[in-house]
């Protein structure tokens, strides 16, 4: 069965670098999203992406966030300045179409830890 | 604004019971609701969907069930195994794009 990838599955960056996770969506899907969880609360939206732009974005999707298709398969989220705050795991999920009947399929999660 | 609260928020159950897991959103005005299985370190893996328009959706030995109005759903999992050990968590969409709102989620613990 197809599923999301997520690289790397593990992220140790210094507070103030930049770092970019990856994504390879399920190839026919059309929405992609991602998600974080800190650990011991609850999977938060972070941004929704079609048609190569953003189509929605929650209040933490700040101007530290960005996120880009540079090709026919990937999707990354960047985030410019890294904080301790943002230590999390990040997931993708992708769709098919926006219908009520499709689910989002979720990768493993890439866990970031700030130091 | 949406509030998502999964009640109770662990359990532990010997092997062979029937459970329920519960779910409760505050606005009705949803899109579909999902329930998803989280191992430990892993990511979500969907279990089943239903549509704001469905009462319930099978699969295997899970049932799900929604009341829109009164804002719940409820998950069944039948004849329970050690092998269902995980958290298990509920997520709503609504509005455009699919934005998924999730609960805290029930750990579950089965023993043998």
């Known amino acids: 069965e197809p599923e999301v990838t997520q690289t790397p599955s593990h992220q140790v960056t210094q507070m103030g670098q930049e770092v970019i996770l990856r994504c390879v969506p399920i190839s026919n899907h059309l929405y992609f999203y991602w998600y974080r969880q800190i650990l011991g609360q609850k999977v938060e939206f972070l941004v929704s992406f079609y048609n190569n732009e953003i189509s929605e974005k929650s209040e933490i999707f700040d101007d530290q966030f960005s996120v880009e298709r540079p090709d026919g398969s990937n999707f990354t989220l960047k985030i410019r300045s890294t904080k301790l705050e943002d230590s999390a795991m990040y997931f993708c999920a992708s769709s098919e179409v926006d219908r009520p009947n499709q689910p989002q399929h979720f990768g493993d999660g890439t866990r970031l830890s700030i130091l | 604004k949406q509030e998502v609260t999964q009640i109770p928020a662990a359990l532990s159950v010997p092997e062979g019971e029937n459970l329920v897991l519960n779910c409760s959103f505050t606005d009705s005005a949803i899109y579909n609701l999902q329930w998803f299985r989280q191992d430990p370190g892993k990511g979500l893996t969907s279990l089943l969907l239903?549509?704001?328009?469905?009462r319930e959706q099978t699969s295997g030995r899970l049932n799900a069930s929604l009341d829109k109005s009164s804002g719940r759903s409820t998950l069944y999992i039948a004849a329970s195994q050690p092998g269902d050990s995980a958290t298990y968590l509920c997520a709503v969409t609504a509005g455009g794009y699919n934005k998924l709102i999730f609960g805290a989620g029930t750990r579950l613990a089965v023993h043998p």
């Open positions: 239903i549509q704001s328009s469905q």
